[in-house]
């Protein structure tokens, strides 16, 4: 199963276009630095390694994390070893295969993919320390932590969720007395050095983005629908069974390891449904909890072996249900990375934009004279021109509500690649792709209305229209503005008329 399941991932990686964070992921490993206004380094220096070795294309930039997603069963096997017998590492390990968020895992560049296998290894080297209290394993539990640190803000839910075992569980009130744990904490805080170094130079705009900007810190009564999105995400039954996993180890929290599993796991599993309650509700989240999730994998087949015959029948109804769960998946995503297969998609509810149309729209773009700047309507366009065209073709991006949305827009004024710049420029030719599907219906016409206050818009110059007009993008002969000119009637500018003309105007 796991030669199959990596062989597809594989395929898939090799061949489906990058997704827009993904393409500025790239953009970033580009210019290594000690964080981004986005995230942590790690994810860009992966890249970047990845790269420098194997050339520039689509697999050899998610070589790293096909890798690193590859360990995921093997370390959940290795946990296993702690709660049953010589069966239970592999059963585990197919429990966490089939999970289909952990199943698919590393066929994208995502920082998710090193995050998981930090917790992992942390989680590890946590168990182990705790039986042995060997140097190397708490030297293990301080490298994961600190590799999360330097991959994602969210490694600070790591760190709660170890809080949570110290306070609560009695073996973990004990750590506080072990040498061990004090050297793991220093070797953890390492990798906080780089996300310190990035946010003083840049007067905290990672913080800001990721504690203030993503976040309304209010009550949404939407978030309660989180339980359904999870149910969804690791397939109905199984969504059950690890509830049910999580429920058993709390109540055996007095033996080892299931304190460990019980603490870690459900602080993600809860602690993350109550911090959606209140935290960002615009972006993909169900993510979030899967090391709880892969942690709870790794106990199941102890928990198992004592439960009913019903239980276990249950259970293996619901590992076939994920397993099938898992190869819808991958086949969404293998259908996605074809334009045929995306044209099968046009009409789904599901459609995968954030995959489709770059290639299209790369292959039509009209011939540039020289000393014309390639311009895009947001950040995601931009990075996926510049990762088709080559990293020495220079890529600006206008102010998107996109780029501050997803936390892009410091990084790109960093840059000196964002509208600010292109004014300097002023009045250079300029050729304008707009991407006119990237944002929802009622923010469309105030953006693309404002595009004529930004740029001097001389004349059309086509369209690509993909998918069944699931995907739009215009291509405009422009000039540079030295500043922004005041608002103007959306009605009264090209990029909002033509846009709305295309998507209005049905073929017969």
């Known amino acids: 199963m796991f030669v199959l399941v990596l062989a597809c991932k594989v395929v898939i990686a090799a061949t489906l276009s990058p997704f827009g964070d993904e393409a500025f992921y790239w953009q970033e490993s580009l210019q290594p630095a000690w964080g981004y206004s986005d995230l942590p380094p790690l994810t860009a220096w992966l890249i970047a390694g990845s790269e420098a070795v194997f050339g520039h294309g689509l697999l050899a930039m998610r070589v790293p994390f096909l890798l690193l997603g590859s ?8 946990l296993a070893r702690h ?25 994208l560049a995502l920082p998710d993919v090193p995050l998981t296998v930090a917790i992992l290894l942390a989680a590890r080297g946590l168990v182990e320390a705790l039986e042995t209290n ?43 007395r072990m040498w061990g744990w004090w050297g793991a904490m220093a070797v953890a805080a390492l990798g906080l050095l780089p996300l310190a170094l990035y946010n003083v130079a840049s007067r905290g705009a990672g913080l800001a983005f990721q504690l203030v900007d993503r976040n309304p810190w209010q009550f949404h009564a939407d978030a309660l629908v989180q339980p359904l999105e999870q149910a969804l995400a690791c397939t109905p039954l199984l969504y059950l069974v690890l509830l049910w996993g999580l429920w058993q180890a709390w109540r055996r929290r007095g033996e080892a390891p299931f304190d460990v599993v019980a603490a870690l796991g ?3 599993v809860i602690a ?21 999730y892969l942690l709870t994998c790794a106990l199941l087949p102890a928990l198992l072996a004592g439960a009913s015959i019903p239980m276990r029948r249950f259970a293996g109804v619901a590992m076939a249900v994920a397993g099938v769960g898992l190869a819808l998946g991958l086949a969404y995503l293998g259908l996605a990375a074809s334009p045929r297969g995306a044209g099968v998609l046009a009409h789904a509810k599901a459609f ?10 790369a292959a039509a773009l009209p011939p540039r004279p020289a000393g014309t700047v390639l311009v895009a309507d947001n950040f995601m366009l931009a990075a996926e021109l510049r990762f088709t065209l080559g990293a020495p073709v220079p890529v600006y991006s206008l102010d998107s509500p996109l780029n501050a949305k997803h936390g892009r827009a410091a990084q790109l004024n960093a840059w000196a690649r964002d509208e600010t710049a292109l004014q300097a420029l002023a009045p250079a030719p300029v050729l304008l792709v707009v991407d006119e599907t990237a944002l929802r219906e009622r923010e469309t016409r105030d953006w693309l209305g404002s595009l004529c206050a930004r740029v001097d818009i001389v004349r059309p110059l086509g369209r690509v229209d ?43």
């Open 134 to 176: 060997r140097k190397r394993d708490w030297c293990l539990l301080g490298l994961g932590l600190a590799m999360a640190w330097c991959t994602h803000y969210r490694a600070a839910m790591a760190m709660l969720a170890g809080l949570v075992f110290m306070l609560f569980m009695p073996r973990g009130r004990r750590t506080w």
């Open 352 to 361: 995968p934009s954030n995959f489709t149309g770059w290639r299209e729209v």
């Open 266 to 268: 459900g602080t993600f």
């Open 83 to 107: 709660g049953g017998g010589p069966v239970a590492p592999w059963q585990a390990a197919t429990f966490a295969l089939l999970l289909p968020l952990g199943g698919s895992l590393g066929v």
């Open 466 to 508: 993909a998918f069944d007009g699931r995907r739009r993008f215009a291509f405009y002969e422009a000039r540079a503005r030295s500043m922004r000119r005041g608002a103007i009637p959306p009605d009264q500018c090209i990029a909002w008329t033509a846009a709305y003309e295309a998507a209005t105007v049905r073929p017969r």
């Open 71 to 78: 360990l995921v069963p093997w370390l959940v096997a290795a």
């Open 272 to 292: 993350y449904f109550a911090l959606g309650l209140f935290a960002d509700d615009v972006r993909f989240r169900v993510h979030w909890p899967l090391p709880g």
